[in-house]
């Protein structure tokens, strides 16, 4: 096989790579032309990124910062919504859980998505729990009978759930 930049033989320790390039510098020179220059839409510092990619920000951090400026609520590292108010960011769930009913979570109490969907903030989608120990019954429950018209994650998750199980039962 014959490198794609330069046409030299592709040695035999890289041809398990698809074997395309010679060397770590063909890589880098062949992925180099598909990059493009852009500027952070928070901070205005520019960064370097692939074409293909949709990246709007130079890190993490300008993200979370640009939504927490902009609004009231941003999507959290963890995948949860949070949500502002008296200038205090909350747990969407939790915070909309207290609202509906009238008084504030203790820190035992937990609220649970139903359809396993963290951003799915629906009230019927909410579920409270009063401590770790009914969560986890209720998680061991789930998991013992496979799930029926479930989105593919959920059942992804049973079948990996039952494979643990299974081997500390063994």
Known sequence: ?????????????YEWRAGKFCGRKCYLEYHKAKKEVRQCLYCLKEFEVFTRNKKQFCSLKCRYEKAKKNGSR?????GYWYIKDNGKYYLEHRFLLEKHLKRRLEKNE???????????NRMENLRLFNGNSSHSKYHSQQYSVMPINKPKAIVKRWETRRKMVNKRVL
């Open 1 to 13: 096989m014959k490198c794609i930049i330069c046409s030299k033989e592709v040695p035999k320790q």
């Open 110 to 120: 937990y609220c649970h998505h139903i359809n396993g969907v963290k951003t799915d």
């Open 74 to 78: 941003y999507l959290g590292v963890n």
